[in-house]
């Protein structure tokens, strides 16, 4: 059996772990399904030897894990951004299940870098975290007792993305690429300075504007030239002069 090779292009990224142990855990979870692609944000100790002790034999993808200072190193290039959480979240974006997540993931993966984010162990990601999500996915599991420990949780969505990337049916590659992170972080700064400018947006009352504008472009998935488009529209806003 071959490792299909969307999986290549499956980000597993772990913010502010405090336990190298998880680190070690989620490392060997990943490999027995075919991922190798691991970011840490910030984590408490690596390396370490207890990471290397519980990672069984999966101390490669450890030694090319990419420690990174911010959220927004680790998703540089990604065109889909999924968050993992068990918590609702009023004004979210919209929420499905780890397996529906995983069909959108392992086809866009078949051109394009997809990250999954996981926060710490105590609460999960933040709420900024999750603000750079396209997506959010919750792992379904007994209401009277729902908590996973964050290797097991790795393991679950890997598990899944191993068996939808074994299937026959896995779309073809996108004709339009999707906008990055990057990209669309910068279309959202953008706007942001522009509503400021025209007056359309008081930062000092901010309420839920922004969050909202998030919300709805991350359900459009934007592609590369749309996000062109819209930076075209909005630097044309900031431009006093008559056309």
């Known amino acids: 059996m071959n490792k299909p090779e969307s999986l290549a292009n499956i980000r597993i990224v772990l913010c502010q772990t405090s336990h190298p142990g998880n680190i070690g855990s989620a490392a060997r979870a990943m490999k027995t399904m075919g991922l190798s692609d691991l970011r840490l944000v910030n984590p408490r100790k690596f390396p370490h030897a207890e990471a290397n002790a519980m990672s069984a034999g999966a101390t490669d993808v450890l030694e090319k894990a990419s420690v990174c200072a911010t959220l927004q190193e680790a998703l540089a290039g990604c065109g889909l951004v999924i968050g993992i959480t068990a918590r609702q979240r009023q004004l979210s974006h919209a929420m499905v299940t780890a397996r529906e997540a995983v069909a959108e993931a392992v086809a866009i993966a078949v051109s394009q870098p997809v990250a999954r984010v996981f926060g710490t162990e105590m609460s999960g990601p933040s709420h900024e975290e999750l603000d750079q999500c396209q997506l959010l996915a919750t792992i379904p599991a007994n209401p009277e007792n729902s908590s996973l420990n964050i290797a097991s949780a790795v393991q679950v969505l890997a598990y899944e993305l191993w068996q939808t990337a074994m299937e026959p049916s896995v779309a073809a590659a996108r004709s339009f690429p999707l906008a990055d992170h990057a990209e669309v972080e ?34 459009a998935r934007l592609e590369k030239e749309e996000v062109n488009i819209l930076r075209g529209i909005l630097r044309f806003m900031q431009d006093a002069r008559k056309p």
Do not use: C, N, S
Not at 203 to 216: E, F, G
């Open 186 to 219: 910068g279309l959202y700064q953008h706007l942001e300075e522009t509503l400021i400018r025209i007056g359309f947006f008081d930062p000092q009352v901010p309420k839920r504007l922004m969050p909202r504008l998030r919300r709805l472009f991350a359900r």
